[in-house]
């Protein structure tokens, strides 16, 4: 059998991997929620006898029947059901444990909510202003809030990036100012795999958990920081994950699922179904951002002010960095050469769904406007848009926009390697210019540059008996193919074949450290633990007297001598490493001149790569992001009104499916300085962000247009063409 | 009150299957919980994505839009059966070879619409693969390792077909 693909692939061709919403445990019980249709609203009653009248029934819980205290990944603001008073239009207000789906559905149609509805306030700019309805009494009093009393009454978190010189001195100094303003809406990271766990209260007081959350040890300490128990009575099991891209990295429904265990003294399972995640889990933060960019007589970028304000819902619960700001926007401008920089994100609480963590959280968002604003400026200015981006582009030798001190910067390598794509792509593919003029072309670029961060995890060992190695790692597999990375790097350590090195996931119990898949830090954290352990395996065989074996033969002798040894190691890898990746985009657009249609021909991506741990893996990585991008520039957005999201469904919320897709150009671009043993950059989070912007670019280059707002749709650019008066 | 059943036979996989099931249960629901067969994914449970599709009858049908009931005396097939441990069908080893999937929730969903669509399509182009594929999301990959795993497959099952 030949296994050259995925060290996960064969448990996933065969039906057999199994997720959250896979485990059965014996009398386990099924859970369904009560979600509250207000955005704001006092509690007022909950009467549960008609669904305590369901057979099959076996709790019904509101806020006040659980013990524990509220949860969150930083701040610790969500309760696990609400409690006297809802703040968001599908938050948690009951809970239903039943021996069936269909009983635990039913009973919970049936609990009686009184609610007696409040003022919300829905719009982050308005919450900010000091009249304002509050979302929380006292948000400040939550462990780990990062406001005080003294700050705007809804204000979340509010971060401010600067360097250089005073940017308002330096504006006011340049000849030419553009002030120009976007607006990102929030969006559902897709994955199809709806948030599922199951929990069980063991009769010990022990807490056994199966999540689709990819940072199982994060996980646990959250979790019993909620329940206030020891975080070694808590134990997260394997699984994998069905998708992420940000959005599995929360407790989310795990809390109220160990509630109605803790409750019933039964493992339960809740998987909410596909409408309650697009409507009530955790989508991207919507934000209005503002941009002023100053540029000289010469066309050279001085000065460049951003201010953010950013919707963080109801809730900051599933922000996982300290500040629970968002990192993507200090990379503003990051990609040019700026005298004077300052950035501003304030993130305010809204009664709407609370925010989290999407795919390069917060960049999209500032890349968007940013990377829009500097085409509006170059044509402002009557200069070559790719022109005025490579006159300005940061180079190896620049300190960054906040002071950074990069070891290398490859934008304008990228850059002509994407112009050369789309040069040699130049008439493919286009249907007869014999249209009556219906089609006006356009093509447009964006440049993206984004940090590489470190983190920690530990890898182990297990030689057997069959001269084969197990691989343990504290970490699932949520697509990203880190499992894949791991094998490979153990099979080119040992020069051993990938069919002699099984990645298993371990229980939390098993491995003691791991910051979870996340940042695109996995396989800088992986590859290097993987090779350190494999290291340290070789020195056990050298003291052991097996060097001179063939290796499978030695490994076998060594599983012989010391049956269950094994080799660990741990590895943490510094936050800031001063190293970073590069991509450039250009989409080729037509646009309907009459009804703003836009129909993105081929979309050109060129990504600065180090080592390549898989090719095909991180190809994927690179294509999915692209995709992923599409989806936010031309169609996705989570739709509210008056508070509640509307988009429920994946007919409303459209994803991109592979008959909408353009031809997808990928030109990797070798040759940069990775980190660790394999010389790796990370590639998760890079291709996704600034497709958004080139087809916006190409959309202006088209029919002269200027799309301020994401999705791109055909509307917005038939009223920016009817505005325009074209 | 309480919810009605009814005792059905079907075929499942090639056994012969007797369940009692919830008339409004779905069939995805009753091949995951009551037949244990969690290959089987469910999503959006709207037909959108895909991720449910098993062959009635052999062909590829949403199991979360069809009721258990509705499958009563016919043949269902799920990922399960579309090889053995040891001995894969040739478009699982493709899509494992080429990297058609990541997280793999939308794969056995995707694996069913593929097999079904080679039997009729042995020599598909670019362009009927990617028709085939459009009712399937797959969030994870931008599609083109799918789209390369399909052509592998097709070249993969082509000789055996003399």
Redesign the interface.
């Known amino acids: ?6 060290a ?12 959250a ?2 485990v ?1 445990l014996p009398g386990m019980l099924y859970a369904a929620l009560v979600r509250s249709p207000h955005p704001h609203a006092r509690l007022l009653r909950v009467v549960k006898d008609a669904a305590w ?3 099959g029934v076996c709790a019904v819980l509101t806020g006040e029947d659980v013990p524990y205290g509220t949860y969150g990944r930083r701040v610790r603001d969500m309760p696990v059901l609400a409690r006297e008073v809802v703040r968001f239009a599908g938050e948690r207000v009951a809970a239903v444990a039943a021996h ?3 009983a635990a559905r ?1 009973a919970a149609r049936r609990v009686e909510v009184h609610y007696e509805p409040l003022p919300a306030v829905l719009d982050p700019e308005e919450a900010l202003r000091p009249d304002a309805p509050r979302v929380h009494e006292a948000a400040w009093r939550y462990p780990g809030a990062v406001v005080g009393p003294d700050d705007p009454p809804n204000l979340q978190s509010r971060r401010v990036w600067q360097y250089g010189e005073d940017v308002d001195a330096v504006l006011s100094r340049c000849p030419y100012v553009f002030d120009e303003t976007y607006t990102i809406p929030a969006a559902h ?6 948030h599922a766990c199951v929990a069980w209260w063991k009769p010990d007081g022990s807490v056994e958990v199966w999540a689709s959350n990819k940072s199982p040890h994060r996980l646990r300490a959250q979790l019993a920081a909620c329940l206030g128990v020891p975080a070694d009575r808590v134990r997260v099991m394997p699984v ?6 940000g959005g599995k990295g929360s407790p989310m429904d795990v809390p109220v699922c160990v509630a109605l265990s803790q409750a019933t003294g039964r493992p339960v399972k809740l998987v909410v ?2 409408e309650e995640d697009l409507t009530a889990a955790n989508p991207r933060h919507s934000a209005v951002v503002r941009v002023r960019l100053g540029v000289d007589g010469e066309g050279r970028m001085q000065a460049l002010d951003v201010r953010a304000v950013v919707d963080g819902g109801a809730y900051a619960a599933f922000k996982p960095v300290e500040h629970v700001n968002l990192n993507g926007f200090a990379e503003a401008g990051n990609t040019y050469r700026i005298r004077a920089v300052r950035i501003e994100s304030l993130i305010a609480y809204t009664n709407t769904v609370p925010r989290g963590h999407m795919r390069s959280p917060g960049s999209l968002e500032a890349n968007f406007a940013v990377e829009s604003t500097v085409d509006v400026a170059a044509r402002a200015l009557r200069l070559d848009p790719l022109e005025f981006r490579l006159r300005n582009v940061l180079r190896t030798g620049d300190r960054g926009t906040l002071g950074e001190p990069w070891m290398e910067v490859r934008g304008e390598e990228v850059a002509r390697a994407a112009l050369a794509a789309l040069r040699e792509g130049e008439g493919a593919g286009e249907e007869s210019t014999a249209d009556g003029g219906r089609w006006a072309r356009g093509v447009g670029f964006a440049f993206y540059c984004r940090a590489a961060h470190g983190g920690e995890t530990e890898v182990e060992l297990r030689p057997q008996p069959d001269g084969s190695v197990v691989v343990r790692v504290p970490f699932p ?5 880190q499992h894949t990375v791991v094998r490979n790097v153990v099979q080119r350590e040992l020069a051993l074949p990938a069919e002699a090195v099984w990645v298993q996931q371990a229980d939390t119990e098993e491995l003691g450290t791991d910051s979870g898949v996340g940042g695109s830090r996995v396989s800088l954290t992986a590859s290097a633990a993987a090779a350190q352990a494999c290291a340290q395996l070789r020195e056990r065989l050298r003291q052991e007297g097996l060097e001179g074996w063939e290796l499978r033969a030695a490994l076998a002798e060594l599983a012989r001598r010391r049956p269950g040894e094994s080799v660990r190691a741990q590895v943490k890898v510094d936050e800031e490493l001063w190293m970073n990746s590069f991509c450039v985009q250009a989409a080729r657009v037509r646009v309907d001149r009459d009804t703003g249609e836009v129909r993105v021909d081929e979309l050109v991506t060129a990504l600065d790569v180090a080592g390549v741990l898989n090719p ?2 991180h ?2 990585q ?7 991008g599409l989806g936010s520039a031309l169609c996705e957005e989570v739709v509210m009104e008056d508070g509640r999201v509307v988009s429920g ?3 409303e919320y459209r ?1 991109p ?3 909408t ?1 353009p031809r ?1 150009r990928v030109v990797l671009v070798p040759g940069g300085r990775g980190w660790g043993p394999y010389g790796v950059k990370p590639v998760g989070e890079m291709t996704n962000v600034a497709v958004a912007a080139a087809v916006a670019n190409a959309v202006a280059d088209a029919v002269g247009v200027r799309v301020r707002r994401l999705p791109i749709s055909a509307e917005a650019v038939y009223r920016a063409m009817q505005e325009a008066g074209r | ?3 009605p059943v009814r005792t059905i036979q079907l075929s499942v996989n090639g056994q012969a299957s007797t369940v009692t099931v ?1 008339v ?2 779905t069939l995805a ?1 009753v091949l ?2 009551e037949l ?11 037909g ?2 895909g ?1 449910c599709t098993v062959w009635l009858d052999g062909e590829p049908v949403r199991s979360c839009l069809l009721l258990a009931v509705q499958a009563e005396g016919h043949q269902v097939t ?3 059966a ?2 053995t ?2 001995h ?1 069908h040739p478009v ?2 493709a ?5 058609g ?8 969903g995707i ?1 069913m619409t593929v097999v079904a669509f080679l039997r009729e399509h042995p020599a598909p182009s670019r362009e009927e693969i ?2 085939a ?15 390369r795993a399909v052509e592998d497959a097709a070249r993969r099952l082509r000789p055996a077909r003399g």
């Open positions: 059998m030949r296994t050259v693909g995925r996960d692939g064969w448990a996933k061709v065969t039906g057999r991997a199994a997720y919403g896979d059965r009248s369901v057979p069936s789906l269909q039913e990271q897709g994955y199809l795999e709806p994998y994950v069905g998708g992420d891209f179904d596909y597999d949520q697509g990203g193919g095909p893996s190809r994927a690179v294509e999915g992001g692209v995709v992923m469904n994946l007919h994803l499916s592979v008959s897709l997808l | 009150m309480r919810e919830p409004r249960k629901d995951r919980e244990r067969l969690t290959g089987t994914h469910v999503g959006c449970e709207q959108v994505c991720a799920t990922v399960e579309l090889g441990a040891d894969l699982q080893q899509f494992w070879e080429n990297h999937l990541q997280c793999g929730f939308c794969t056995p694996l990617r028709e594929l459009a009712g399937h999301l797959c969030r994870c990959t931008g599609y083109q390792n799918i789209v």
